[in-house]
């Protein structure tokens, strides 16, 4: 085994063990991720690693974006649209802005030039542990879409504009209506090539069985969006997440369960490895970049940074507390007004904004040199100062937004659970209806019939009981005692496949195909 393959390996160990004690930690793999990333990076012997600007965002950003937009929640979207779009395009210019004038008043030699392209990169926010923070203390639906909505959308403005600054910083010059101009096409381009990828690959799905090409299918759509956008000079960002929302709204018309159910737990895994990836590919380049640094005085390098996350943080707090403020003395004239947001959830939203792996993706990003061959003015500064925003995003404002959420009443949305409730309760009478049109044909079975609607009876009466339409009569007690029997069944019929396969009767292949069938039996618990 050469050092490559050494290494490698070890790479994939540490990242496996950065996710482990993040789940024994309770606390979301990003921050373990960007704590594990900066201590590599300084272990004696490591190789030092260069990534090729040009692929880095073709490669890690793609995915992510197609992802999340496929996971997305589009109506919370579409209730929220105005103060989506203030936070996705005007907050995103504003942060850029203001990052750029602290960076370049307080870091001597740093061009306007660069403090944008700085300001680019450190403006959109990563929703990844912002969100996970949100799902595990069942925060208001309607919060945790808002925090997965900008996170979403920031990316394509922030890109757009990052390739703006760092084309002024490479040509050395600037021009407002051409950047106006590349604006408008890289966004409409953008746009029409991802619906029209995510169309055909809709098309293409529909009319493929086998779950594995689906789901492989599902895994290059994003670049297949993402590719062609930039080699026109569109936003692939735009194009990527058009695509994802395309398939977001055909997939439940084109798929059957299994590539759907098979796609999510793939996609899952993909997040988590390109999320890893990036964090421990910059911890390796950390040291080197701290050693391009050694015309810095540490404490100036300190002293910069946190200038830089201050700037970050302070116009992120001032816009939740002030833009809400000003928009509503322009609604009070209207007939009806948007919903006010409280001032609890405004401080959530406000903290809730850290950065990750698209600042780090966009960061790597940067060119070498710029048009005349010299070096990409204070590359390294750029890449260690977004690292110092992304660590202390991610761990401070990480570690200290459960608290923040506990103690701040931000509970003033419909509860969650009630809604699904009202779905699961509509879902079951829809189940009573097509059993009852199928019990009239000829090829079905009366006990079979009679047993299918014995099962969705019980569970509309149990919906029913949890809504308060009708009175409980232990129906919750009753579905927890059969869904721990049920448990105990499939885990009895686990074992005795297991002393099967140890005793060589049975192939491992058929141990799992069976095992798969009633893992998914199990799963299907928390639904009776």
């Not at 009478?429 to 009239?440: P, R, V």
């Not at 009569?473 to 069944?489: F, I, K, N, P, T």
């Amino acid at each position: 085994m050469n050092h490559v393959e050494v290494f490698v390996t070890g790479l994939l160990l540490v990242v496996a063990a950065l996710g482990a004690l993040a789940c024994r930690l309770s606390v979301p793999y990003p921050i373990m991720l960007v704590i594990g990333g900066a201590a590599i990076g300084f272990v004696p012997g490591l190789p030092e690693i260069t990534l090729d600007p040009e692929l880095v965002l073709a490669l890690f950003l793609p995915p992510l974006l197609y992802k999340s937009a496929v996971y997305a929640n589009f109506d919370d979207f579409r209730t929220n649209l105005r103060g989506l779009t203030l936070s996705t395009v005007v907050l995103v210019l504003v942060t850029m802005a203001g990052v750029a004038a602290a960076a370049h008043t307080m870091i001597p030699d740093m061009s306007w030039q660069a403090a944008f392209v700085l300001g680019a990169i450190l403006s959109p926010t990563d929703p990844v542990a912002a969100a996970t923070i949100m799902h595990r203390l069942n925060a208001p639906r309607r919060l945790v879409s808002s925090i997965e909505g900008e996170g979403l959308f920031n990316d394509a403005t922030a890109l757009v504009a990052y390739r703006v600054a760092v084309a002024a910083t490479v040509a050395g010059a600037f021009s407002l209506a051409e950047a106006g101009l590349r604006f408008v096409f890289g966004v409409v381009a953008g746009v029409a090539i991802g619906v029209a990828v995510g169309l055909m690959s809709a098309w293409v799905r529909r009319h493929i069985s086998d779950p594995q090409i689906s789901v492989t299918i599902s895994l290059l759509t994003g670049y297949a969006a993402f590719l062609p956008a930039q080699a026109v000079d569109a936003s692939g960002v735009l194009a990527a997440v058009a695509a994802g929302i395309v398939m977001a709204i055909r997939s439940p018309e084109v798929l059957d369960a299994r590539p759907r159910l098979q796609g999510y737990f793939v996609w899952d895994i993909v997040d988590f490895l390109i999320n890893a990836t990036l964090f421990a590919m910059t911890g390796l380049q950390l040291r080197a970049i701290v050693a391009g640094l050694d015309d810095y005085p540490l404490g100036a390098l300190a002293g910069y940074a946190l200038v830089v996350t201050a700037a970050v943080v302070i116009i992120r707090v001032a816009w939740f507390f002030a833009v809400p403020s000003i928009t509503g003395i322009v609604d009070r004239g209207s007939r009806s007004p948007p919903r006010r947001l409280s001032a609890s959830w405004r401080m959530i939203m406000a903290w809730s904004g850290m950065r990750g792996a698209v600042s780090l993706a966009v960061a790597l990003a940067i060119p070498l040199t710029v048009g005349d061959g010299s070096d990409f003015p204070q590359r390294d500064l750029i890449l260690f100062l977004t690292f110092a925003v992304i660590f202390f995003t991610l761990v401070v404002q990480g570690l200290t937004l459960p608290a923040l959420v506990r103690r701040l009443d931000s509970d003033d949305d419909e509860p969650d659970t009630e809604e699904e409730i009202r779905a699961r309760l509509v879902a079951a009478k829809a189940a009573l209806s097509q059993i009852d049109a199928l019990g009239a044909e000829e090829w079905t079975r009366d006990d079979t019939t009679q047993r299918m609607r014995g099962v969705y009876d019980y569970r509309v009466r149990r919906f029913a009981a949890r809504l308060g339409k009708i009175e409980d009569d232990g129906y919750e007690d009753r579905s927890h005692a059969y869904q721990e029997m049920v448990r105990l069944v499939l885990q009895a019929q686990r074992d005795a496949l297991l002393t099967m396969r140890r005793e060589g009767r049975l192939s491992n292949e058929t141990f799992n195909l069976i095992l798969r069938d009633l893992d998914l039996e199990e799963s299907r618990l928390e639904a009776t």
